[in-house]
């Protein structure tokens, strides 16, 4: 007889590149959704592959990691998955959770035999829903009692975009018993799980979209306000091997700023942040734990800078020898003591949302950041061994073929280790929507035009940019970006390593397309081709948590 179990947290659902492809390559040649995604993976063996797909693909054959090796950064502990089984199992409710989907659906069924009352699917990286409703189909086959409920960032999306007839279908067919509108949500999960165990009634809990009649119904608003300082994550409850090397946590929750082409703080609120003694606290749990690569996924770490210069005494006053990675404000970190302390704390790398090269765009994008600001920041990182990644944006109103020029110039010049630039995606829940009239900004999603620039004209300049910049290695996004380099580091790869294999990788994406093909011959790829696997014969990697065979799982999704 299996123990009783309250609630089991499911993290993320993702999917082989295949199921993007097709869809993505069945548009036009020149759709600019086709044109970001051919910069996203490279042909290898005659099959498109993301860049860990590579690093699957051959670490079978050259690093000795046993059969269907599956890295992916989604093995260390989704966050959302292990904060909301940390906050039940304070409440004193029996919780557990998996980080990655498909890959733990074993480990999934066997949790599901406890036969859970509740199930509580996160969805912090979906723009669709359709990952959700795959594990609603799983999870209804395998324990058809358990209440499913959905709540995070998509749902928060579904119910601020769609018209009231939609939502209900929507919800009908991804198939959940509730959905969470809050943007915090734990408290309302907590409420859930307490009230369906005393045999409650779900309508009695604020905050969800319950069943009714014919479709749903949200019970009423209550706006949470979960004290970080009280919900930190208790590590300890974890399972002893389910940690890892790397780890991602956070210290405070939102955003300082309002960048006006994002809408993450007009989701999250107004800036939170946990006490210097409570991250301790947590640090020293992940550190006794054996964790070596800390990552912060706060949107702005180093802001405020007091509280960031204490966090870095505080870490270096207990000696955690962790290295650490975050984002990171270049318009926060002005005088130089700062880069020591970051030094000298652990950190290894960080994220440079620098977005343009020119200051007008800047201005427009409401970044209260100067490329003189980004200047003086990249110079003091390197000196001190600092690893940069910089992230753009192409075609944001006010972007011209010159700005496009100062930005190209900009990167050459400063050298970020690692960039990569997005065709800019106008999504109306972001500030610059309430400029729309006066800009002339129509559209939306990866189709836009505004006063200055078109879509279209914006992925030439994303083409243009690729193609000119020499100074810095590109980095893909998809299920890789920044958040790849602790992951890889975790596993054993240097970080000289870790460049060497980007530029590889950045050299082999133009013959992605015709389209976008350098003039650069046969030869040349052969030649990157035989590169990449030289490089794969000089490392060595410990071996993935998960084991998933990649072909057979394309052919199926
Ligand atoms: C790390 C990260 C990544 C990494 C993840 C690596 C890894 N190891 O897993 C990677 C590289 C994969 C990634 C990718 C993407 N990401 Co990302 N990523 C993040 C980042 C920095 C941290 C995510 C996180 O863990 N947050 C902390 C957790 C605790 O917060 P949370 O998920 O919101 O959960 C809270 C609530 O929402 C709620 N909640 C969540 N789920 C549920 C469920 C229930 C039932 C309940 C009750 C509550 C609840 O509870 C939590 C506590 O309050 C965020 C920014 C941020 N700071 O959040 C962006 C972010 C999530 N990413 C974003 C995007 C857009 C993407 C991409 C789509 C980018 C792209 N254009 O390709 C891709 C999608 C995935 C893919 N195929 O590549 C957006 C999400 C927008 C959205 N969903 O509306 C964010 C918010 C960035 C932003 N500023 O816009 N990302
Ligand atoms: S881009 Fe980053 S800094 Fe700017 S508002 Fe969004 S989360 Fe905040």
């Not at 090796?69 to 089984?85: D, I, M, R």
């Not at 990286?125 to 799983?138: A, D, H």
Request: glycine share 8%; charged share 20%.
């Amino acid at each position: 007889m299996k123990s009783a179990l309250d609630c089991v947290v499911i993290g993320y659902n993702d999917p082989p590149l295949s199921f993007h492809e097709h869809r993505i390559m069945a548009q036009d040649e020149m759709s600019p959704e086709r044109r970001v995604f051919m910069r996203e993976h490279l042909m290898v063996d005659g099959i498109r592959r993301a860049p860990m797909d590579v690093i699957n693909h051959y670490a079978e054959r050259f690093l000795g990691v046993g059969p269907d090796p599956y890295y992916h950064v989604g093995e260390v502990p989704n966050l959302a998955a292990v904060y909301l089984a940390s906050y039940l199992r304070r409440q004193g409710h029996a919780a557990e959770y998996v980080s990655l989907f498909r890959p733990e659906q074993g480990a999934l069924t066997e949790l599901l035999e406890c036969r859970p009352r509740v199930v509580a699917i996160t969805t912090t990286f979906y723009l669709m829903p359709w990952p959700v409703q795959e594990i609603c189909q799983f999870v209804r086959a395998a324990s058809p009692g358990s209440h499913i409920v959905v709540g995070g960032p998509l749902i928060d999306n579904l119910v601020a975009d769609l018209p009231a007839e939609t939502l209900r279908d929507v919800f009908e067919w991804i198939d959940a018993d509730s959905y969470v509108k809050e943007s915090q949500g734990e408290a309302t999960l907590g409420s859930l799980v307490g009230t369906l165990i005393a045999g409650g009634d779900p309508a009695q809990v604020p905050n969800l979209y319950v069943r009714s009649g014919q479709g749903f119904r949200f019970t009423r608003a209550r706006p949470e306000r979960n004290d970080l300082d009280e919900c930190t994550i208790d590590w300890g409850l974890c399972d002893p091997g389910g940690l890892g090397l790397t780890v991602q946590t956070r210290t405070a929750r939102s955003c300082a700023f309002k960048c006006s082409f994002c809408d993450f703080p007009v989701r999250a609120g107004a800036l939170s942040v946990a006490s210097v003694a409570a991250v301790e606290r947590e640090l020293r749990q992940l550190a006794r734990r054996g964790v070596r690569h800390l990552v912060f996924v706060d949107d702005t770490f180093n802001v405020p800078i007091g509280r960031f210069k204490d966090l870095c005494q505080m870490m270096i006053a207990n000696d955690f020898g962790f290295e650490w990675y975050s984002f990171f404000r270049s318009s926060a970190a002005r005088d130089t003591e700062i880069y020591d302390l970051m030094q000298h704390s652990g950190c290894r790398a960080v994220f440079l949302g620098i977005e343009s090269g020119d200051d007008s765009v800047l201005r427009n994008m409401t970044k209260s950041s100067s490329t003189d600001q980004y200047r003086f920041a990249v110079e003091q990182l390197h000196q001190r061994g600092i690893t940069t990644f910089a992230s753009f944006i192409c075609g944001f109103p006010g972007e011209t073929e010159k700005s496009l020029r100062n930005t190209i110039s900009f990167i050459n010049e400063i050298q970020p280790t690692f960039y990569r630039a997005e065709l800019w995606f106008y999504n109306h829940r972001s500030p610059i929507h309430e400029q729309a009239q006066a800009l002339g900004l129509t559209g939306q999603g990866y189709d836009w035009k505004h006063a200055t620039m078109d879509s279209a004209l914006g992925a030439d300049a994303a083409d243009e940019l690729f193609r000119d910049v020499t100074g810095s290695t590109w980095m893909p996004g998809y299920n890789y970006d920044f958040w790849a380099v602790p992951y890889l580091r975790g596993k054993g790869l240097t970080m000289s390593e870790i460049v060497g294999l980007q530029s590889i990788i950045s050299s082999l994406i133009p013959f992605n397309s015709a389209s976008t093909a350098d003039p650069a011959s046969e030869e040349t790829r052969l030649r990157q081709l035989q590169a990449l696997q030289a490089w794969f014969s000089s490392v060595a990697m410990s071996e993935p948590r998960y084991r998933l065979a990649l072909e057979a799982s394309a052919a199926a999704g």
